[in-house]
């Protein structure tokens, strides 16, 4: 089985390294800075229960040149999803045989754009719950837990269990839908942690930017239960009951939440890597979800819409300012219907 990682930025190193150290043939598809840093440094994968492994330059199949992914039986697609059309048309032009292609991109909306550009493959959605941080010197670190959600096909068996080889827990399910937007509840608070500047662990002690995420679910919330829709359970508190426990106050919050704070310090969402490394962030493809079913419903959606109008005017700022919590809160609880 050989497998292409399509987009190498911090999800795709690490799913990728984490299956080579196991001793799968992995190519990687990457943007010329991440394989200068490659090259220089080697690839290094750690994790909050102290797992770590550095793969040498020397040992990575890096390359530059979309064609190398004509070779694989299943390519993992990770690059950001603004990307994801480029990279179908990519794909489109290179792939001569019926290959598995499994999209581990945040939102919702990526496995569609696949499907319609690569009709002849096997497309299908996946889900990444945990945060992976890229350190310096070529070093990506997973700092929270979860288990990689997969759509179920008869196909993936081998993968599966390279997955499991390589001590990462996955599981297929038939619902994606569900899974999906369970996770994307949870990323709601990309866009606050951003703005907040803070590590994601000091940012969810903080009871003022816990209130704004509970706006921001409950919000998502009453239009996914117009829909129709229910969010699959990714953590041992159900979807519906989280905004009520990130309002509690802060020593009651820590007592009933120890699994949900199970953050390695270092953490912080991919939203706020984009800010500062000045690169456009996926918020249009997480709190925009959002405001997508709500147009689809006629309805409105306000504190998720301000969340992404506070997240482009901070991508439009050479030095974006920080949001306290209080003042965070002052602007979305106004907004609050």
């Not at 330059?57 to 990770?78: S, T």
């Not at 942690?193 to 209130?211: D, M």
Request: hydrophobic letters at 45%.
């Amino acid at each position: 089985m050989k497998i292409c990682i399509y987009g190498a930025g911090s999800i795709g190193c690490y799913l990728g390294a984490r299956l080579a150290v196991a001793g799968y043939d992995i190519d990687f598809i990457v943007r010329p800075k991440i394989k200068k840093q490659l090259q220089t440094y080697g690839l290094t994968v750690s994790d909050y229960q102290g797992f770590k492994k550095t793969i040498a330059a020397n040992k990575l199949q890096m390359k530059d040149d979309p064609k190398e992914a004509a070779q694989a039986n299943i390519i993992l697609v990770c690059v950001k999803s603004a990307s994801t059309e480029q990279v179908a048309y990519e794909l489109k032009d290179i792939l001569k045989k019926k290959t598995i292609i499994i999209s581990f991109q945040n939102g919702l909306s990526n496995v569609g754009i696949l499907k319609q550009i690569l009709s002849n493959h096997i497309i299908l959605e996946g889900m990444v719950p945990f945060n992976v941080v890229a350190l310096e010197n070529g070093v990506f670190h997973q700092g929270t837990d979860g288990a990689l959600h997969v759509k179920k096909h008869e196909g993936l068996t081998e993968l599966v269990n390279a997955f499991q080889k390589a001590n990462l827990q996955i599981k297929q399910e038939q619902d994606m839908q569900a899974v999906q937007w369970a996770k994307l509840l949870l990323n709601l608070n990309n866009a606050i942690n951003a703005l907040s500047q803070l590590p994601l662990k000091q940012q969810l002690s903080i009871r003022e930017y816990r209130q704004c995420l509970a706006m921001a679910q409950i919000e998502a919330l009453n239009l996914l239960k117009k829909a129709k829709i229910k969010p699959a359970q990714l953590t041992p508190i159900p979807a519906q009951f989280i905004p009520t426990i990130l309002k509690l106050p802060n020593t009651v919050f820590k007592i009933v939440s120890k699994k949900m704070l199970a953050i390695d310090p270092l953490a912080r969402s991919s939203m706020a890597d984009d800010l500062i490394a000045g690169r456009k962030t996926e918020v249009d493809w997480i709190n925009g979800e959002v405001l997508n079913l709500a147009k689809q419903l006629k309805r409105q959606a306000p504190i998720n819409e301000m969340l992404v109008q506070l997240i482009k005017q901070a991508e439009s700022n050479s030095t974006p300012i920080a949001w306290s919590a209080q003042a965070l809160k002052n602007k979305l609880i106004t907004l609050e219907t």
